[in-house]
């Protein structure tokens, strides 16, 4: 039978699919919708594949709430060009809206949820590749869960941080959101500092004091010092406040007669090793090429 214009715009409304191989697949099917949707499918798929070796570290943190919870996501695609692409930018958020409903985080069981528009996140995901043309992965999930109040802030879609509280209220749970994205402190307090850190700062400490010379017990006291500034550098409570560093956040939680249960803070591709490209060898090997 024909393919008509209609069939091609019917089929492209159902996969996302480029014109062209819409077209072919219904040809290739004789017309028949379902097959052709099919058969679109596996195609997506296999280019899903092929693409999967190749490194993702550019995307997007998106953060999903519902009062009582915050989900924080990273979608990773390779470059930000796709980051900012609206098909990305509404699957990214789709998935954080389906990780929150459903209380997952595990990337791998997230997969097969199933959206809004009744795609599970996999099919969602092979769809988008086919039409970006890049790798895109679902790369990691976190819940954040209170009682309290519960604030969440995003920095350029590139950094995201959810915050819960015990007293106080969401205005102030977003700006501690706000300052654990931009300070980024390991920790809320010194009771979560892992022994083994202090440990090998306060030896660290000691070796540099040793070298000044001075008396055992001036050193002792330099490395208290200089511990106690480590751990106000690191911890959340020790660290003066993003929007008014006259006060440190601790005291600033302390006026407020709140404490924070816990946080978590996204930054897109931090860990992945990206390819250094070498733009200067990538021509040279052009010119060479051509010559």
């Known amino acids: 039978m024909s393919v008509t214009a209609s069939m091609v715009k019917e089929l492209r409304e159902r996969t996302g699919a480029g014109m062209m191989e819409c077209k072919k697949a219904l040809v290739a099917t004789d017309g028949d919708l379902d097959a052709a949707a099919e058969e679109l499918r596996k195609s ?10 190749r490194v993702a ?35 990214a958020e789709a998935v954080a809206k389906a990780a929150l409903a459903a209380g997952i985080t595990d990337v791998g069981v997230l997969a097969s949820e199933l959206l809004a528009d009744g795609r599970s996140v996999e099919a969602a995901r ?29 920095h350029g879609a590139k950094i995201g941080a959810a915050v819960a509280l015990e007293g106080g209220d969401e205005e102030l749970a977003r700006d501690i959101a706000m300052h654990v994205a931009a300070i980024n402190p390991s ?51 020790g660290q ?3 929007k008014d560093d006259k ?12 404490r924070v ?10 860990g992945i090793e990206k390819k250094a490209d070498n733009f200067v060898e990538e021509v040279m090997a052009q010119v060479k090429g051509s010559g």
């Open 187 to 237: 920790c809320i307090d010194e009771t979560q500092v892992p022994a083994e850190t202090l440990e090998r700062e306060r030896r660290i400490f000691s070796e540099q004091a040793a070298e000044s010379g001075k008396p055992p017990e001036i050193i002792e006291k330099m490395v208290a010092g200089k511990l106690a500034k480590f751990l106000k550098e690191i911890t959340l409570v």
């Open 44 to 53: 997506g798929q296999a280019k899903a594949d092929k693409k999967a070796s």
């Open 126 to 154: 092979t769809e988008l590749v086919t039409k970006v043309g890049e790798n895109i992965s679902v790369r990691r999930a976190e819940i954040v869960e209170s009682g309290g109040p519960i604030g969440h802030y995003i």
């Open 57 to 91: 570290a550019d995307g997007r943190i998106v953060i999903a709430s519902d009062g009582s919870k915050a989900t924080v996501v990273e979608v990773n695609s390779e470059t930000d060009f796709v980051a900012k692409d609206e098909n990305f930018v509404a699957f």
């Open 261 to 270: 249960t816990t946080f978590t803070r996204f930054e897109v591709g931090e």
């Open 247 to 258: 006060i440190s956040v601790g005291q600033l939680l302390k006026n407020a007669g709140a």
């Open 240 to 242: 003066p406040f993003v």
